[in-house]
DNA sequence: TAGCGTTGTAAGCACGTGCTTACAACTAGG
DNA sequence: CCTAGTTGTAAGCACGTGCTTACAACGCTA
């Protein structure tokens, strides 16, 4: 995972690790982040590896070469940034977090697309469930946490499915008024009704 | 498949149309079947044209003679399934039975798939989303005449997105504990915290 | 500078896909 | 019975997919 280079020699010593023109590391990182943007963009199956390939500049051949297959790199992918968020995120904040970087279109390019991939992800059968499911396990542990009711793994699953929703309709479906809706106020009404899932009586 | 023939000829003459050999509108209805069933399993992408023909027992070249395309099939079936549902349910039903219909397994093997249909058929950019367009703006409009909010299409954005959502988690992601949840515990839970959704206040 | 492992490249393979076509088998009307 | 149109069938085409392989270009180390 490492895979750190070292100062070249004649480049500038400094922080700047200066380009080099063969650079297994810098090839491995444009192709995760090419493949985080096409995964969420086409799901999965609608993300080609050549597509991947030409969208991080890079022969598609090394992507096999780094990740072993195209599950291998969804992996990886799915692992570095989803699950980064999940732990340093404050249980409290995630579903708002969440809920809004679905919300927000990624203007200037970066925002975390780890919930889109996960709901265009799990297309064919349970192919690569595997690299998924470890992500929705910590959805719903945290969001769990935030009810005190015996069900309240079921209310995570309902809460996390809101939110996949709301990713499906904005993002593939493109459902107006919603795709273009003020996020404030749907933050408001989404999380007032959550409220209400969180705090209703068990039976 | 069982293709028993009865005797065409000296069959009975009553309401019931003796069998026939060769039965066009036959064939349609099972490649309409075949295909919405599949369709909600596997997502459009996901069924294959010789899956759906060999579900139905039809050579596969007969579905393109009677629907031109894999897109036309899909389209017929969701127009001849899913707005026929929408028609004939009073609005302040509508929501409950779609939610209901999500969370029954079709054990029996027919229920109203036409939401699983639905949000598992919008993968290929925008190909397919004519097809479709039709009966998403249905649910949106019948499900906004339940709030009066000025933002009333918003607020039947969100709830239909929930639908989606645990449509999503049960049928594809298979998520526990919803996949296995009592339907009537489930449906508590969301009728109940959609309440706070019509009603909460503009602002 | 010579050698060698690492990084990048081009071409192609095997397979599954949606769809087409040429043809056989059946049925109905004369 | 004969013929014409309808229904069913088998084979295949063109293309896109994930993945592999054989090879060239490069850069570090000795």
Known sequence: MDRSVSDPGTGTPGEAPAERRRDAAATRRRLLDAARDLFAE??????????????????????FRYFGSKQGLLAEAVAEDGLERVRATP?????????RSMLTRDADGNGDRSLEVYLRSHSRGEENAGALRELGEKYQSVLASLSCAEDAALRADLAMAWLLGIGILRTVVAREPLASADPEAVCRLVLGSLDTLWHAPEK
Chains 1, 2 share one sequence.
């Open 42 to 63: 086409r799901g999965y199956e609608g993300a080609t590896v050549r597509g991947i390939a030409e969208r991080a500049g890079v022969n598609q051949a090394l992507l």
């Open 91 to 99: 249980p409290e904040e995630l579903f708002e977090t969440a809920l």
